[in-house]
């Protein structure tokens, strides 16, 4: 927990005759990241993949190919689970048949598919010319006719009686455009194409070389495309049989092909000489133990597991496994979209497990919709039990919750009022449950948005504060352990004396700012922010040089950041309260049909305001962890814990 988990560097060594049991083992416990060899030692070389390596590949490319022409993926599912032992035999018999058909049945799709297309835009062509009363015939074999052809909105029959008397212009009318076709001598082909460039909604056609009217091939085409189809259907269907009859064995198989070629190709990753072999890895130091009884047992003692000594350049290259309470593990995802965190950095999933749903409910902060993305994280939770998108849902499910809490808060469902609207001690809207809002110590519920705008305000500066000070003593930790304390007071307790020294110095000199009050210089709180203000900058000066200075700035621009918190709840229950007012002042007030619209304004308006809802808060909250949090402390760039083994799915030992 703010920590990755604690790991060891192992060396495992054994005699190549317990090789194989030592891979199945370690592969089984899902537990040890191969450190690949650099065959940087003498007498070793890197191991060779199992023989049948390159045939369990070339099965599992051929696997994967069906799968993806099926449509299949890793997130299908089937009834139950298939024997490990059973499938070898099972995708002997099966899988050159199944690639055979599939092949097939995929090629006539695809055929039929091209034959179809082809057709379309034959029709697509022909269907303008339909319009005029000449045959596809007509318009090509000339040596001394020009023939122009194309759609046209303006009349321009005079345009090219004034150059040539010798024409012939047939008119129609296509999908609301004109369309001409035009014959004239070809020695005024120049001067026709000029008039006809001159007129900029030309747009000319080039009729297809076939013969006949344009309307009998169009009823031969449209009777192709039924049949292509009918065919395109029939295939489909037979494609999707194909899909439900095999869906078992192609998933179950590709994960056993996938698992047999990772055993078969780790020697790769090894160090071998003529008679032994040597791995080394990374695993969860409490695991050790463990690591070493099931080895032993599994090659009869044959084996040697040891743990190494690392130097500070290997410590680097730890892998990284998160460790987190299960309520915290989907903000994980944000963390890793962002990068992966240092084996000695803080793990800021948990501080994102409160910050983010926070600043979410501080931003939406309305109960009727919280109460709708409580609905909507289920029902996608529902369908899809795991992967990104599950923990996205958990993430919008924790911040659901948030916005209700925030919405008593604020009094608001829907952008109406929870509690009575009062104006000195007289009821000035009744509220849904008809009460006035109740009194929690000093704070007076409802707190409404729109008229305590400015404590609203300062309360973001304050929430802003608090987090980039989060973030700036997390780097003094972080730096502090990786370069020691000194080099700790240079990069950030620098920050932390000039942001709250300008705190110090600024909030007593506010009433003089806005002219409300003269200037008190002997104040002892101002005088001790200067004094903070001007030591920050030296140790900033000494640790970063002058040019440092420039940043101070972007540490002002952190904390105003958070002003959007504000910004985006006024927008959003802004829009709620024009939604219902139209409807409540303008529709419902004249009945009948006008009520009608106003329930579908409502539902429209209120559904906008919930995407907006989803997306503005969604996407600001992380944009505050990322930007204005994490440039304090995180520097990133760790590799992700992945040890060798496989979660099985569709498959069983």
């Not at 703010?2 to 005699?15: A, F, Q, R």
């Not at 008593?408 to 849904?432: A, D, S, T």
């Amino acid at each position: 927990m703010l920590k990755p988990e604690k790991m060891t560097k192992v060396v495992v060594v054994g005699t190549k005759d317990v090789l194989e049991q030592t891979i199945e083992t370690l592969h089984r416990m899902n537990l040890f990241h191969i450190a690949d060899y650099d065959e940087s030692e003498s007498g070793f070389k890197i191991g060779k993949p199992h023989t049948i390596a390159s045939k369990l590949s070339e099965r599992l490319v051929t696997l994967r190919s069906i799968a993806n022409q099926l449509g299949l993926s890793e997130k299908s599912s089937i009834k139950g689970r298939v024997s490990a032992k059973e499938l070898p035999s099972v995708i002997e018999s099966k899988l050159s048949h199944l690639e055979e058909e599939v092949s097939s049945r995929q090629d006539a799709i695809r055929v039929a598919e091209t034959e179809l297309k082809t057709q379309q835009d034959l029709e697509d062509a022909i269907k303008p010319l339909a319009t005029l009363p000449l045959s596809l015939e007509d318009y090509t074999g000339y040596e001394s006719i020009r023939v122009f052809v194309g759609f046209i909105d303006n009349a321009i029959e005079d345009a090219i009686r004034a150059e040539t008397s010798q024409y012939e212009l047939y008119t129609g009318s296509f999908d609301g455009r004109g369309t001409i076709a035009l014959a004239v001598p070809v020695e005024k082909e120049a001067e026709i194409t000029k008039v006809l460039q001159d007129e900029s909604t030309f747009v000319e056609l080039k009729p297809p070389k076939l013969e006949g009217s344009p309307q009998s091939l169009l009823d031969g085409i449209k009777n192709k495309k039924e049949e292509l189809s009918t065919r395109l259907t029939g295939l489909e269907s037979e494609r999707e049989r194909i899909k439900t009859e095999y869906a078992e064995f192609i998933l179950s198989s590709e994960e056993y092909l996938t698992i047999e070629t990772q055993k078969a190709e780790a020697p790769l990753k090894f160090a071998t000489s003529e008679n032994s072999f040597v791995a080394e890895g990374w695993i969860p130091i409490d695991r050790y133990d463990d690591l070493g009884r099931r080895l032993s047992e599994s090659t009869g003692g044959k084996i040697y597991v040891s743990k190494l000594e690392v130097d500070e350049e290997e410590e680097k290259h730890v892998p990284i496994a998160l460790s987190n309470p299960k309520a915290a593990k989907p903000f994980e995802l944000l963390v890793n979209t962002f990068s992966t965190p240092k084996y000695k950095e803080i793990d800021p999933s948990l501080i994102l497990f409160i910050t983010f749903p926070l600043f979410y409910g501080l931003m939406l902060g309305d109960i009727g919709y919280g109460v709708l993305l409580i609905f909507l994280s289920w029902i996608i939770m529902s369908k899809v039990k795991s992967g990104g998108l599950h923990e996205l849902c958990i993430i919008l499910l924790y911040s659901a919750f948030s916005t209700i809490f925030f919405g008593i808060i604020y009094g608001e469902v829907f952008g109406l009022p929870l509690f009575n609207i009062v104006h000195h001690g007289v009821v000035e809207e009744y509220g849904i449950l008809a009460i006035n809002g109740p009194h929690i110590g000093m704070l007076h519920l409802p707190v409404h948005r729109f008229a305590a705008v400015q404590p609203l305000l300062a309360m973001t500066f304050v929430v802003g504060i608090l987090h980039v000070t989060l973030g700036l003593l997390i780097g003094f930790r972080n730096v502090g352990v990786e370069h020691g304390v000194k080099h700790a007071v240079l990069e950030k307790l620098c920050w932390l004396l000039i942001l709250f020294g300008g705190i110090m110095a600024i909030v007593p000199a506010m009433p003089a700012i806005m002219g409300s009050a003269t200037m008190n210089t002997q104040d002892p709180i101002f005088a001790g922010g200067i004094v903070l203000v001007i030591v920050g900058l030296i140790l900033l000066v000494k640790g970063e040089g002058p040019i440092a200075i420039m940043e101070i700035p972007t540490l002002l621009s952190n904390v105003f950041s958070y002003a959007r918190i504000l910004a985006i709840g006024l927008s959003s229950a802004g829009i709620a309260l024009a939604v219902n007012t139209i409807c409540k002042d303008v529709l419902f007030t004249q009945g009948g049909v006008f009520f009608a619209v106003g329930i579908l304004v409502l539902i429209i308006g209120h559904t906008i305001n919930l995407l907006l809802g989803i997306i503005g808060p969604g996407l600001h909250s992380l944009r505050l962890q990322y930007v204005e949090f994490f440039t304090k402390f995180y520097e990133g760039g760790g590799t992700e814990y992945d040890p060798f083994g496989f979660i099985r799915k569709y498959t069983e030992e």
